[in-house]
């Protein structure tokens, strides 16, 4: 592993901010770190780059322990969301600032700093200054500016927090195919788990400053270990009662029961191909969400969400609908199932 973390911990004044959180990370990958405000993400950050010390716990990089390692001599480039960019400064100036304090000769700067600008495609913007630049462009120079010394990994704290959605979305193809290109490890935080799962190889879900769960988003996304997770990435909705519906009335009837909408099927009477197994519900709401209809429906005590096609007849609350559950994700304290 090219990063390793053992059983890393900070408390801030009591408070577990990272609690004896351990994973280790392949070189090249594009690691992103998810969850929600507050889980300890930008603390286990910190701690990599060598901004924060952990109270216990080992850092390796590149097989060498660095917890005592300042962080100016980790190797790392780090990104933050509010650009840090210097204000007075030129965008050629702000890309070679880490060279310069570094004392590298002229030509080398003009030709990296050419270099960087070429891959983040600044061309004619040199002379500029942070303030006559686009968001989107003010995060590019950022990016170039933490690549320039040529670090071995890449820390990004919530790079596209303050850009708009559209230039958002570009962005975040943009820095996946440079990154790739690169062959950079990186390691990206977000809050968003279309941006997680757009842009990661691998995906890291810490929630009040545990590691829930970590590994590929589709891996992720099918095999959720905890409830929190499989509410966390995809669409979700828990059942109270799973021991109610059809079919599953030998399951625990003290688990939690979790269901994605893409496996729940609805249909009026005629349109489902095995009725006999369906349970009969009550269309509540229908929500229309470009591509289909969101519908839920009421199942007795429960409510379940399902999509339907745009070119099947509209339903209205309501309407009655036969509900086919394909799958389940269950989840009791010591382990979670899936049953189809
Ligand atoms: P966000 O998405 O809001 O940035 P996060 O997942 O990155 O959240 P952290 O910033 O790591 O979370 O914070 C984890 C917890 O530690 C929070 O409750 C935060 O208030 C607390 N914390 C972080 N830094 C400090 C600090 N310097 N002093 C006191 N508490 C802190």
Request: glycine share 10%; no cysteine; proline share 5%.
């Amino acid at each position: 592993m090219y990063i390793e973390v053992n059983q890393l911990r900070k408390t801030f004044g009591g408070y577990i901010a990272s609690d004896d959180v351990s994973f280790g990370i392949e070189k090249g990958r594009l690691v992103g770190l998810l969850g929600p405000s507050g889980g300890g993400k930008t603390t286990i950050l910190r701690m990599l780059a060598g901004l924060e010390t952990p109270d216990s716990g080992d850092i390796y990089i590149d097989g060498k322990r660095v917890n005592d390692v300042p962080a100016q001599q980790r190797g790392i480039g780090f990104v933050f969301q509010n650009y840090a960019l210097f204000r007075h400064m030129s965008v050629y100036d702000n890309i070679a600032f880490g060279l310069t304090v570094q004392k590298k000769p002229k030509a080398y700067i003009k030709a990296r700093v050419s270099e960087l600008i070429e891959l983040t495609g600044l061309k004619g913007l040199e002379k500029r200054y942070p303030n006559q630049l686009s968001g989107g462009q003010r995060q590019r120079v950022a990016f170039a500016r933490a690549l320039a010394p040529e670090p071995h990994l890449l820390l990004l704290d919530e790079p596209f927090a303050a850009i708009d959605a559209k230039v958002r979305k570009e962005l975040r193809a943009w820095l996946k195919s440079t990154i790739e290109r690169i062959g950079i490890t990186t390691i990206f935080v977000t809050h968003d788990q279309e941006e997680a799962v757009e842009v990661a190889d691998e995906i890291m879900i810490v929630s009040g400053g545990r590691l829930e769960q970590k590994g590929s988003p589709i891996d992720i996304y099918k095999n959720p270990h905890t409830p929190f997770v499989a509410g966390f990435i995809g669409e979700s909705s828990q059942l109270p009662e799973p021991s109610r519906l059809k079919g599953f009335e030998d399951e625990l009837p003290g688990a939690k029961a979790i269901i994605r909408p893409e496996f729940v099927e609805i249909g009026k009477p005629g349109e489902l191909a095995t009725p006999l197994a369906a349970e009969t519900g009550v269309v509540r709401n229908v929500f229309f969400r470009g591509s289909s209809w969101q519908v839920e429906v009421q199942l007795g005590t429960q409510s379940v969400f399902a999509y339907r096609s745009l070119e099947k007849e509209a339903l209205r609350p309501g309407d009655e609908v036969l509900v086919l559950i394909h799958r389940l994700y269950l989840f009791n304290d010591e382990h979670s199932r899936i049953v189809e």
